[in-house]
């Protein structure tokens, strides 16, 4: 009976040497994470109380910022479209070209108007436009098209430019529209068209003449 008492004693007094002897770790702050200027960015530095050991913090939210100036360009082949001579029979063409490069997110729309309204002289007072106020019909039109593959490898991209209309009056017409931004290359995004068809009764002149206002807007 003795000797178990003995044994059971000497194991107990083995745990408790052993319990005694092993060190117990946890892991206590030694310093702090902070970024400067900022209150809320702020970690406790843990050590785990190893030697070797370690010591980590981590810090999320450090920002990085950025910008991309916005770009804008439109190029016109010519300052002038020459009609020539006019007839009652078959219209009378002119074209100039124009080129866009923009990094808008949007895209653009190109408009043209017209300052007079029609083709007018100065010498005869006379307007050529499909109006019959004067007691003569003619015509004076806007066209525009597509004139080139296009110049964007932005995914999404469309372009369109189908203006066809009559114009009498200085009212701004869209002849090109995109959605996204495109390079620039080439002058030929788009063609710009004028056609003139006169009547018989059309009054002489060698001063015919109309000035056009072209605008772009980027939607950046």
Known sequence: ???????????????????????????????????????????PIMWDEAFPGEATATIDGIIVTAQVLPILNMVISSDSIALGTLNNTTYTTGSIDLEVGTNASNGVAITASSKNGGLTSATNGSTINNLSADGIAESYVFNSALNAASDSTVAGYTQTANLNTEVNNTTSHTIYSTNKPEESNGTNDVRFSVASRISTQTPAGNDYKDTIVFSITGNF
């Open 1 to 43: 009976m003795n000797t178990k008492i003995k044994k059971i004693s000497a194991t107990i007094a083995l745990i408790g040497i052993l319990a005694t002897s092993t060190n117990v770790y946890a892991d206590v702050q030694i310093g702090t994470g902070s970024v400067t200027g900022s209150g809320g960015l702020s970690t």
